[in-house]
């Protein structure tokens, strides 16, 4: 399978702890991109990488997100000190970008289900 | 806030044309319209995209209107396994946080 892989796919969690998430994305895509997603709602986006580089963050983004793409292939999203609200799915997607133009297709992984008990 | 208006829900009978239409007033020179479909748990899928006249490909066909202010997604037939969340979107060629997914639209298909 060479789609876009999310790990876990599920994750039960106490409030207050940290918590990681790992996104693979299809091996020749250069642009990352994170969203959540909560029940009725449309994917809400988070952040994106173009290779290594993180080039924008959502304005709503708490500082208790961050994410990395150390190498630009995988990438990790981390949750510290966890809230109620934190639960949600943890969408991933990637795309390749090569400039200007009709916009290349993104594709998205299973996400990861994010219980803060 | 989503730069784009559709309907929260529609039903449909299995074997019958699906169309949902999406309003984007504000949409700019650059910007492209993308429909998803998500399912249950799962991530969107992109359908099409396009950005003047209409575009079709092996799943679905895209309208839009000279103007451009919106568009029409036509699922042709559509049966059981087309019911999903359909999102519409309008954006560049950056996927950014001006690349705003809202609500969607809810089809359900009946038998």
């Known amino acids: 399978d060479t789609g876009v892989s999310q790990d876990p796919r599920h994750k039960i969690t106490k409030r207050g702890q940290n918590v990681t998430f790992r996104c693979d994305p299809i091996s020749e895509h250069n642009r990352l991109y994170w969203y959540r997603q909560t029940l009725g709602q449309g994917p809400e986006f988070l952040t994106y990488f173009q290779n290594e580089a993180q080039l924008e963050k959502s304005r709503l983004l708490s500082d208790r997100f961050s994410a990395e793409r150390p190498k630009g292939s995988f990438s990790t999203l981390e949750i510290q000190r966890t809230e109620q609200g934190d639960s949600a799915m943890y969408l991933c997607a990637s795309t390749r970008y090569i400039g200007r133009g009709p916009q290349e297709t993104q594709y998205f992984g299973p996400g990861t289900r994010l219980l803060v008990l | 806030l989503a730069k784009t208006t559709q309907p929260i829900s529609m039903d449909s009978y299995e074997g019958q044309e699906v169309n949902i239409t999406c309003s984007h007033n504000?949409?700019?020179?650059?910007?492209?319209i993308t429909w998803y479909q998500q399912f249950p748990s799962q991530g969107p899928r992109f359908i099409i995209q396009?950005?003047?006249t209409k575009v079709t490909n092996e799943v679905a066909s895209l309208f839009i209107p000279a103007d451009r202010k919106s568009s029409t997604l036509s699922l042709p037939r559509v049966s059981l396994s087309d019911t999903a969340v359909y999102y519409c979107?309008?954006?560049?060629?950056?996927?950014?946080?001006?690349?705003?997914f809202g609500p969607g639209t809810r089809l359900s298909v009946l038998p």
């Open positions: 504000n949409i700019a020179t650059n910007d492209y």
């Open positions: 396009g950005y003047k």
């Open positions: 979107l309008v954006g560049d060629d950056n996927y950014g946080q001006n690349f705003v």
